[in-house]
């Protein structure tokens, strides 16, 4: 297996840092592991397996929409950090414009 040449200074570059002597000896050598990886996964024969965007199937689990009597306003409100006039109360944002 041919070992890539990596150009960590242009990397670091294209990343906008700057690496000490030790870290481009470092990053570089961690680069190489992962390349060299991926080039052993490109050499299996994945010919007979479908595309996927999951390791297993994914399938939207949906719920009849049935009406159901609605949350007592005390209860929704019970975790909130303030409440007022039976709803919550938060810090204004915005000053007037």
């Given at each position: 297996?041919?070992k ?15 690496l ?10 961690q ?9 052993r ?14 390791a297993r199937?994914?399938y ?13 306003v ?12 039976n ?6 944002v915005?000053?007037?414009a």
């Amino acid at each position: 297996m041919e070992k890539a040449k990596i150009d960590i200074e242009y990397v670091a570059k294209l990343a906008r840092i700057e690496l000490t002597e030790d870290e481009k000896a470092t990053y570089s050598r961690q680069l190489g592991q992962i390349l060299g990886y991926f080039e052993r996964l490109s050499k299996i024969d994945v010919s007979g397996v479908e595309p996927s965007a999951h390791a297993r199937a994914v399938y939207n689990v949906m719920r009849d929409d049935v009406e159901e009597p609605a949350m007592p306003v005390s209860e929704a409100l019970m975790n909130a950090p303030k409440a007022r006039d039976n709803q919550i109360s938060v810090p204004k944002v915005v000053d007037d414009a």
